[in-house]
């Protein structure tokens, strides 16, 4: 083929190709607004950065369909006009026809893999940042709608809603006022189901949320002011029951509601992360539960051990402040999830015992009871965080004892060394594929599973997608050559069926790799077979393909 003829065929195909790449990236970017606009609520400015956000990612993915649509118009052109025709009296081959089809082709397909394996993933992530950017809209249309929302182990309902401007003064605090609000925190008792329970009730008349956000917008803390407040417990202990005139809920920690997802990582971060499963956030929050518990565990072992033994008592070193618990011998004492709880054999007996010294001068002494004790790690000070809540309380205090319903003491404890080191372990450490092992280090090895599988997924997807370009152009040369198709309508019914069958295939084979059953075990794994299906969709279509080339070659 001359190269005159060769720039003719190419830079038509190139024209039609872009035209057709930006029409479907217009239609697919305005499809993509939809959902979030529907169920999240967006301003203007949101609307407008979503549009910027979704345009290359559209572009990547309508790179297939348009390069396929291209070459079935402008071949079908040129037969519909007699042109291939007039090659083929010329001595020009249907092979070298189809030459600058695959020139666009193979130019798309590494433009396609380029956007796709360091663009689109940084769009994608943007775009999500962007949705989730407002809180407060968030759980103002949240709650109009559904009267809930769930932010991590806390449910928030309420009767209505209502943002409040934010102050100029301090732009990374949103405020949400709620009507008749009921905050509910959950427990969860029993680690082999993960059953959550209610563990503390608070309701009021009105609250007003503050959600503070960091700079970058990734974390949030949420603080419940509340207006006639009233705490309740799921379960009492010894004369505790509640708490009223409560004026504040939190701050808790909002969890991202950016989920971690390998879409939204360039192929460089998938290749770190295969290398280091615990760079994931999921499987590293997995494991610092493990952890969490752990350390919590091996904390209330060793103080019911004291508790237990012939002395009876533990010391809390707090710095300048020194704790000490004691009992008489008789009391109940029982873990209740990771919580101690210690009470007298009745509820008139107070022999439970707790002392306070501050620089060795007595500050506190007390018999109750009942005694509620948590602990929970703080892995940033390297400390334990210790609070008691006592019932049935009798303060010994140089005036004269008074007789108190309950009280609570909050400090912090330096962590033991053995204590320190569990946080170095790796995730497998926890992990277990045995079917006799607990159902937490099985969910461990699962989600190592998942996150391999999701890893191979995506990647393979994006190299099968990008492939399709040349793939498709070719056989959309193909039936152009065959079928007289100038006008777009034919050339669209032709060429639907061929970009269908690629892209249905690359989705069903992530899917099925994503699939990994509940109770997982070596031979469930899926990605073989996810693999499998993600390139067979394009291994269909090049066998059609090769096979149209090959008949329109003989002829």
């Given at each position: ?241 509640g708490g009223v005139a409560q004026t ?49 565990n091996r904390f209330m072992d060793a ?41 007298s054999r009745s509820s008139t007996d ?206």
């Amino acid at each position: 083929m001359s190269r005159t003829l060769f720039k003719y065929i190419f830079w038509d195909l190139l024209r039609i190709f872009m035209l057709t790449n930006g029409a479907l990236s217009g239609i697919m970017s305005f499809a993509g607004l939809l959902r979030p606009l529907t169920q999240n609520g967006l301003d203007a400015g949101q609307v407008g950065r979503l549009l910027t956000y979704f345009t290359p990612s559209m572009m990547a993915y309508s790179f297939p369909i348009a390069a396929l649509f291209a070459a079935t118009v402008v071949y079908g052109r040129m037969n519909a006009d007699s042109e291939i025709l007039a090659a083929r009296a010329g001595g020009i081959s249907h092979l070298e026809l189809a030459a600058p089809a695959v020139a666009l082709g193979a130019v798309v397909m590494v433009i396609s893999m380029a956007f796709l394996c360091f663009v689109v993933p940084n769009f994608t992530l943007k775009v999500e940042k962007v949705i989730f950017s407002n809180l407060s809209q968030l759980v103002a249309n949240k709650i109009e709608r559904n009267h809930e929302i769930k932010l991590g182990d806390t449910n928030v309902f309420a009767q209505r809603a209502e943002m409040i401007p934010p102050d100029p003064k301090d732009p990374l605090v949103q405020r949400v006022v709620l009507e008749g609000p009921t905050i509910i925190t959950y427990e969860v008792p029993d680690k082999t189901t993960r059953l959550k329970v209610p563990d503390e009730i608070w309701m009021a008349r009105k609250a007003t949320l503050h959600i503070k956000t960091d700079i970058n917008g990734d974390n949030a803390q949420m603080t419940a002011a509340l207006d006639g407040g009233m705490k309740f417990p799921r379960k009492t202990i010894g004369g505790w029951e509640g708490g009223v005139a409560q004026t504040q809920f939190g701050p808790m920690a909002m969890q991202s509601l950016i989920k971690e997802n390998t879409k939204f990582m360039d192929i460089r971060q998938l290749k770190k992360l295969d290398e280091n499963k615990g760079l994931s956030k999921k499987v590293n929050d997995l494991k610092l539960q493990f952890v969490h518990d752990e350390q919590i565990n091996r904390f209330m072992d060793a103080l019911e051990d004291q508790l237990k033994s012939p002395g009876r008592s533990y010391v809390f070193n707090a710095g300048r402040d020194v704790y000490f618990l004691s009992c008489s011998g008789g009391e109940k004492i029982e873990r209740r999830g990771l919580r101690l709880v210690l009470e007298s054999r009745s509820s008139t007996d107070r022999t439970l015992h707790l002392s306070q010294e501050r620089d060795g001068v007595p500050t506190l002494n007390v018999n109750c009871g009942a005694v509620r004790l948590r602990v929970s790690p703080d892995l940033t000070s390297k400390n334990m965080n210790v609070s008691i809540e006592l019932s049935n309380v009798v303060l010994h205090e140089p005036e004269g004892d008074v007789v108190r319903a309950g009280i609570a003491q909050s400090f912090n404890v330096v962590m033991p060394q053995e204590l320190k080191r569990l946080t170095n372990s790796t995730p497998e450490t926890y992990a277990s594929p045995d079917p006799t092992a607990s159902s937490s280090r099985r969910a461990m090895y699962r989600e190592l599973i998942v996150l391999k599988n999701d890893i191979a997924s995506e990647m393979h997807s994006r190299a099968a997608f990008a492939f399709s370009c040349l793939i498709l152009s070719m056989i959309g040369c193909a039936l152009g050559m065959m079928f007289k198709t100038g006008n777009f309508l034919s050339a669209f019914a032709l060429s639907f069926g061929p970009a269908m069958i690629c892209i249905t295939f690359v989705i069903a084979g992530q899917r099925t790799c994503q699939n990994v059953p509940r109770n997982f075990t070596d031979a469930m794994d899926p990605l073989k077979l996810g693999v499998a299906l993600i390139w067979s969709g394009n291994a269909g279509v090049l066998a059609v393909a090769s096979g149209l080339l090959w008949r329109l070659q003989r002829q």
